[in-house]
């Protein structure tokens, strides 16, 4: 079993920064693509940030040139540098990651989900 453990969400004024945190742990190999969802309630779970084993990132339309995305292969963790925030980014924001992991000689990969955590911006 894999788990995602997410940090550093917040309340924030306008115009503030947060950085987001996700480490993953438990039966990994090797994880592959990462990335950072947000929801908001009633609303679907939308792709905020993605960012390849290989360091190759993509972004929402609403987000580029405020958000980073960034990985540390070596501690199996990916963050989100948010600056610029406004209140329209208040959400829940949730870590994906394609985990791929052994039971024996048998390798599978399969797609995890950390618990989410709360951004709240005021206006």
């Known amino acids: 079993q894999v788990q995602l453990v997410e940090s550093g969400g917040g309340l924030v004024q306008a115009g503030g920064s947060l950085r987001l945190s996700c480490a993953a742990s438990?039966?990994?190999?090797?994880?592959?693509?990462m990335g950072w969802y947000r929801q908001t309630p009633g609303k679907t779970r939308d792709l905020v940030a993605g960012?390849?084993?290989?360091?190759?990132?993509n972004y929402a339309d609403s987000v580029k040139g405020r958000f980073t995305i960034s990985r540390d292969n070596t501690k199996n963790t990916v963050y989100l540098q948010m600056n610029s925030l406004k209140a329209e980014d208040t959400a829940v924001y949730y870590c994906?990651?394609?985990?791929?992991?052994?039971?024996?000689?048998?390798?599978?990969?399969?797609?995890?989900w950390g618990q989410g955590t709360q951004v709240t911006v005021s206006s």
């Open positions: 960012i390849t084993s290989g360091g190759s990132t």
């Open positions: 438990g039966s990994i190999v090797r994880i592959n693509a």
């Open positions: 994906n990651a394609d985990v791929q992991s052994n039971s024996g000689t048998i390798y599978y990969s399969k797609a995890y």
